[in-house]
């Protein structure tokens, strides 16, 4: 047989795993052994289906923090001086010098396009397509017995989801391998890197049909109706924000600007507002997707292996039972430079943010927001929230740049959080004004996976700000006591500022990709 790229590996299965519902609906039974064109039949084969793809949203976030929060000033390793490979990999990554061969990268890349197979065979079945040559999805009959509603609202979500992939992809690899159909393994190993422009064209068409086709009742009647049981599934308004987020990242303010106004005004999601415990209310697991909450990856405890990871992934290593039961890893540490600099003693975001473990000599800084008690290692409550209706207010400022109306929206969060508002005294001029929304986001959405994601946007929307000068200085302030105490051959402050540069803001395609492809040339990443 001929060797394939790794995303054929998947394409060869004939079978769809179905994980359980995303949250309380539990169906512990996969279906297995089951030709996916030939099985959907019916809505409620969709359903199923579209299910197995809200579940398969988790695998790709397992390595997510490590592509993205880990490489902004949020985050560092917890041990400088650890000489373990798997230590020293995502010392790596922090330090923008990773292996083309990284196992966090190439996992996050096959979990992310296996999900996306599983996607196209959905809209396939539905005989939802995409044309390239125009951007435009259309909607043509299908053998499935379905009603016109369900189709677009199913088809919604699942455009939905695949657009959300893509927008990570992009972000974080560049150009990629635009599948938007099933295809066979021979197909597929002909399939090489599209430009960026094209893969933007496709989120832009998948959300905007999103948008135009998904639930439309506002949030109050989500929460009221339980959404059929399923409370957290996207619906037109959360693709309507992702889309202003595509936009806007995009540098097309005015298109961001429309849809913005739309889901502030419309969509019935608002903060969760009254001081001393309204932030923290917004993460807790009695409070599950909340009127804040646009959109989460879901998980549930009990074992039933839907649980979360992150309380035991992101508490301290070697805390024991201090902060959760079965210890932690150690892993997403927050950095000092983030508690110095950022917070303030008055900020209630920092205690959830910015925990602290202290005990004798070794003290850490860990993002409690992830964190709830478990009975088992690995099963947490917690849910992972991906969008929010304060980075919707917040991508309304960035958007409108410095206005007073701006600046009221940067205060909306700043006195949720117990802060002082800001006025035209204190931010003057427009540099000002964009460093307190750059600041402001940080500290909002620390270690939600979103920092990175603005540091690359703010080299185009506020170019002041752009990535590389931001870690540079980031590295600066670390140095003496992170940085500077990794293992011998230990680099200078110069040579690791060094290793960040224009290129190196992308991840490599996995080496893998590259190398067992036969039958067509892929470049790599300038740069690697």
């Known amino acids: 047989m001929k060797m394939k790229k790794t995303i054929t590996i998947t394409l060869l299965f004939v079978s769809v795993l179905f994980l359980a519902s995303c949250k309380k609906s539990i169906d512990l039974e996969p279906l297995s052994n089951v030709s996916t064109l030939n099985y959907y039949k019916t809505a409620a084969d969709i359903q199923q289906a579209l299910t197995g793809c809200y579940s398969g949203l988790r695998a790709p976030l397992f390595d997510e923090w490590k592509l993205t929060e880990l490489r902004s000033d949020n985050s560092i390793m917890g041990n400088s001086g650890s000489t373990s490979v798997p230590n ?3 010392s790596d990554l922090d330090l ?20 996306i197979r599983n996607i196209n065979l959905i809209l396939k079945s539905l005989s939802i397509n995409y044309n390239s040559s125009n951007g435009v ?13 369900q189709k677009r609202e199913l088809s919604a979500e699942a455009t939905f989801l695949r657009a959300y992939h893509y927008f990570n992809l992009v972000r974080l690899y560049g150009g990629v391998f635009l599948i938007h159909k099933p295809v066979t393994p021979d197909e597929a190993v002909l399939i090489n890197r599209s430009s960026v422009d094209d893969i933007y064209k496709f989120i832009i068409a998948d959300l905007q049909y999103a948008a135009a086709n998904g639930v439309t009742m506002n949030y109050p009647s989500i929460a009221s109706q339980n959404f059929g049981s399923n409370l957290g599934k996207v619906n037109s308004w959360t693709a309507k924000a992702l889309l202003a987020k595509v936009y806007l990242t995009l540098n097309k303010k005015s298109e961001a600007i429309t849809l913005l106004t739309d889901v502030i005004n419309n969509s019935g999601y608002g903060l969760l507002t009254g001081l001393p415990t309204s932030y923290a209310d917004v993460f807790s697991i009695t409070n599950e997707v909340n009127k804040e909450v646009m959109f989460a990856i879901r998980y549930k405890a009990g074992g039933l292996g839907l649980g979360s990871p992150w309380p035991n992934s992101f508490a301290p290593e070697l805390s024991g039972t201090a902060v959760v039961n079965g210890d932690g890893r150690g892993f997403n540490n927050g950095t000092t430079e983030l508690e110095t600099f950022g917070y303030t003693l008055t900020d209630i975001r920092k205690p959830l943010n910015l925990a602290i473990w202290s005990t004798g000599s070794n003290r850490r800084l860990y993002p409690k927001k992830h964190i709830s008690q478990v009975l088992s290692v690995d099963d947490g409550e917690n849910d992972w929230i991906v969008l929010r209706f304060a980075d919707v207010l917040l991508m309304m400022a960035e958007a409108q740049g410095n206005t007073p109306a701006s600046l009221a929206i940067i205060n909306q969060t700043r006195l949720r959080a117990g802060l002082t508002a800001l006025t035209a005294v204190n931010v003057s001029s427009t540099a000002q004004f964009e460093t307190e929304l750059a600041k402001e986001r940080r500290l909002e959405f620390a270690f939600e996976n979103v920092r990175w994601f603005d540091m690359l946007r703010y080299n185009t929307t506020m170019p002041s700000l752009d990535a590389v000068s931001t870690i540079r200085a980031h590295y600066a302030a670390m140095y ?3 940085y500077g105490k990794y293992p011998a051959p230990a680099a200078s402050l110069a040579e690791i500022q060094g290793y960040v540069n224009a290129n190196r803001l992308l991840l490599p395609i996995p080496q893998r990709e590259i190398d067992n492809n036969t039958h067509i040339v892929i470049p790599q990443n300038p740069g690697y």
């Open 88 to 90: 020293r990999e995502l």
């Open 480 to 482: 003496a006591g992170h």
């Open 96 to 115: 923008f010098i990773p292996s083309t061969s990284l196992a966090s990268i190439n996992n996050y890349w096959t979990n992310v396009y296996f999900n």
């Open 137 to 149: 999805i259309t909607s043509d009959s299908t053998v499935v017995v379905i009603t016109a509603q």
